[in-house]
């Protein structure tokens, strides 16, 4: 009987320390956890940033030139396989800001480019999971202002297409 009784009180004793320990051990398996996720979320953003710089380094000078030449050099840019989802999310994201550029001087085609543009940088933001203002933060630049215009853009309908006469004057300048 002495026996039970012991046994019982141990395993009162037990069961209490595990329910006074348990919180602070999964804590730290959590936070364990939450290091390593947010360790590989730091190194994918790190990816697509350097991505876009690269973008942003051979055709940014187009923009100002030529939106369509500036559409052509992030076509090639984005023409090998070998690519990665968070490389080509660095691409696209840099032709849509510098579709938004082209925009703010007023490119006849820059519309439809930044629609374009942000309807494809949005899927492989959202496999990426990456939310806006993570993604925005990777190029210089006011977050809230472009983040709001994103939205507008893209939840609005697509803009309307150029016509052949105003995709060949736009093509001569």
């Known amino acids: 009987m002495r026996l039970f009784y012991v046994m019982k009180n141990f395993l009162i004793t037990l069961i209490f320390a595990l329910i006074l320990i348990s919180p602070q051990v999964f ?3 959590h936070q364990a956890v939450k290091s ?3 360790g590989k979320h730091s190194l994918l953003l790190e ?3 350097a991505s ?3 973008t942003q380094q051979s055709c940014m000078r187009f923009v100002q030139m030529n939106v369509f030449e500036f559409e052509e050099c992030i076509s090639e840019k984005l023409k090998p ?3 990665n989802p968070s490389q080509r ?3 696209i994201y840099m032709g849509f800001i510098g579709a938004l550029s082209a925009q703010r001087m007023g490119s006849q085609g820059s ?3 930044a629609w374009k543009y942000g309807k494809s940088y949005q899927k492989i933001q959202k496999r990426l999971q990456l939310n806006d203002l993570e993604l925005c933060q990777i190029v210089p630049g006011d977050c809230e202002t472009r983040i709001a215009r994103t939205k507008s853009i893209l939840e609005g309908p697509p803009p309307k297409a150029l016509t052949e006469m105003e995709l060949a004057d736009q093509h001569r300048h």
């Open 89 to 91: 999310l660095g691409i």
């Open 27 to 29: 804590s730290t398996e």
């Open 36 to 38: 390593v996720i947010s």
């Open 52 to 54: 876009a710089e690269a």
């Open 81 to 83: 396989k070998s690519l």
């Open 47 to 49: 990816k697509v940033k």
């Open 111 to 113: 519309q439809m480019m």
